[in-house]
T-cell receptor, first 115, second 119 residues
Framework: NAGVTQTPKFRILKIGQSMTLQCTQD?????MYWYRQDPGMGLKLIYY???????DKGEVPNGYNVSRSTTEDFPLRLELAAPSQTSVYFC??????????????FGEGSRLTVL | AQKITQTQPGMFVQEKEAVTLDCTYD???????LFWYKQPSSGEMIFLIY??????QNATEGRYSLNFQKARKSANLVISASQLGDSAMYFC????????????????FGRGTQLTVWP
């Protein structure tokens, strides 16, 4: 049972480069999320999606883009990487059906360093 | 606006003792959910326990219980009989109802409490 899978786990980028963090889930969850975690801090929401074809901004969307063409996949695109984007990125998913509850299942995280 | 506050950057507890990790929240919505997650040094996020705002009883999951005091807007995590493997960062989080456009899908996290269990 794979759950939420993120790739790559580690990546070093040079300033100005672009890359895509991949995220896929096999639980048929309708909601998916991207968070970033800076050292000593909690998680901050970058983007989220409530279903295929629907995405919305979170608290810190600048410098990122997402797409949701399928239920399973929710890639995060970094354009023109900056040192401020050095962080650990978490993808998560949950199943929601009009209730408040809904445990988030997290991927293992992707550690990105921009030099 | 919604906010989660964890005022204890670090906590220490001896093995087999109980420990309480504090969490207060601020929301004007009557319907919300409260979560606790554990993040060990390996980095993954592990779901521990959930409490809905309309739940009459405090949530419990094994050695974890959530001390929910709605009037005080607090949702403290109690870990009984601490084990060395409980040493980790613990995050409190809150999410509003999904029928509200401004909070749709958002889960707000506190800054976390680093728990250290010593033998």
């Amino acid at each position: 049972n794979a759950g939420v899978t993120q790739t790559p786990k580690f990546r070093i980028l040079k300033i100005g480069q672009s890359m895509t963090l991949q995220c896929t889930q096999d639980m048929n969850h309708n909601y998916m999320y991207w968070y970033r975690q800076d050292p000593g801090m909690g998680l901050k929401l970058i983007y989220y999606s409530v279903g295929a074809g629907i995405t919305d901004k979170g608290e810190v969307p600048n410098g990122y883009n997402v797409s949701r063409s399928t239920t399973e996949d929710f890639p995060l695109r970094l354009e023109l990487a900056a040192p401020s984007q050095t962080s650990v990125y978490f993808c998560a998913s949950s199943y929601e059906a009009g209730t408040v509850s809904g445990e988030l299942f997290f991927g293992e995280g992707s550690r990105l360093t921009v030099l | 606006a919604q906010k989660i506050t964890q005022t204890q950057p670090g906590m220490f507890v001896q093995e087999k003792e109980a420990v309480t990790l504090d969490c207060t929240y601020d929301t004007s919505d009557p319907s919300y959910g409260l979560f606790w997650y554990k993040q060990p040094s390996s980095g993954e996020m592990i779901f521990l326990i959930y409490q809905g705002s309309y739940d009459q009883q405090n949530a419990t999951e094994g050695r974890y219980s959530l001390n929910f005091q709605k009037a005080r807007k607090s949702a403290n995590l109690v870990i009984s009989a601490s084990q060395l493997g409980d040493s980790a960062m613990y995050f409190c989080a809150m999410r509003g109802p999904f029928d509200r456009g401004s909070t749709l899908g958002r889960l707000y996290f506190g800054r976390g409490t680093q728990l250290t269990v010593w033998p």
